[in-house]
T-cell receptor, first 112, second 112 residues
Framework: DAGVIQSPRHEVTEMGQEVTLRCKPI?????LFWYRQTMMRGLELLIY????????DSGMPEDRFSAKMPNASFSTLKIQPSEPRDSAVYFC??????????FGPGTRLTVT | KQEVTQIPAALSVPEGENLVLNCSFT??????LQWFRQDPGKGLTSLLL?????REQTSGRLNASLDKSSGRSTLYIAASQPGDSATYLC???????????FGSGTRLLVRP
């Protein structure tokens, strides 16, 4: 299995632009998570999907952030408009019937 | 509210030394505890997962213990190698969900 796939790996954009991060979970996994990692706040859960349905989005910082999971093999995290304080590494993770989460390589976002 | 703390924040040891990383959590009603490794610029790799009913788990040179009553877990690394240099994070799920609460990590450097 290729593991969790994220794209792009690096994204540099200007403040105010829309940013879309993409994730392909491990095939057969029914849970998907988006995390954000910063030096100041560490790893934080943004949103959790189970069977393509958003279960908990309490970690989404603002209305500028939105996430979708149109099918079991694809999810997006969108920031519109982006701000410099959104600069971070964004991770996607998936889990199957067990509780162990498997993380993707992350997308390093820089907003100038 | 569950809080996860890892001590020390950074550790430097000579190659070959045995070492212990510590993780503590404030709410002992956990379902499991997971140890991850993160290499610079990379995603997280799951090392060990201990269920709440277990006292320890072993994988190669790694041994993780769990003491729920005292709110502690340790990750023991035997005969450390330079390739073990990375940041080690522990995480516990909030309630019975998949929502992981992460510690801030211990940055390990194994000197040749």
């Amino acid at each position: 299995d290729a593991g969790v796939i994220q794209s792009p790996r690096h994204e540099v954009t200007e403040m105010g632009q829309e940013v879309t991060l993409r994730c392909k979970p491990i095939s057969g996994h029914n849970s998907l998570f988006w995390y954000r990692q910063t030096m100041m706040r560490g790893l934080e859960l943004l949103i959790y999907f189970n069977n393509n349905v958003p279960i908990d989005d309490s970690g989404m910082p603002e209305d500028r952030f939105s996430a979708k999971m149109p099918n079991a093999s694809f999810s997006t995290l969108k920031i519109q408009p982006s701000e410099p304080r959104d600069s971070a590494v964004y991770f996607c993770a998936s889990a199957g019937t067990g509780v162990e989460q498997y993380f993707g390589p992350g997308t390093r976002l820089t907003v100038t | 509210k569950q809080e996860v703390t890892q001590i020390p924040a950074a550790l430097s040891v000579p190659e070959g030394e045995n070492l212990v990383l510590n993780c503590s959590f404030t709410d002992s009603a956990i379902y499991n505890l997971q140890w991850f490794r993160q290499d610079p610029g990379k995603g997280l790799t799951s090392l060990l997962l201990i269920q709440s009913s277990q006292r320890e788990q072993t994988s190669g040179r790694l041994n993780a213990s769990l003491d729920k009553s005292s709110g502690r877990s340790t990750l023991y690394i035997a005969a450390s190698q330079p390739g073990d240099s990375a940041t080690y994070l522990c995480a516990v799920p909030m309630d019975s969900s998949y929502k992981l609460i992460f510690g801030s990590g211990t940055r390990l450097l194994v000197r040749p």
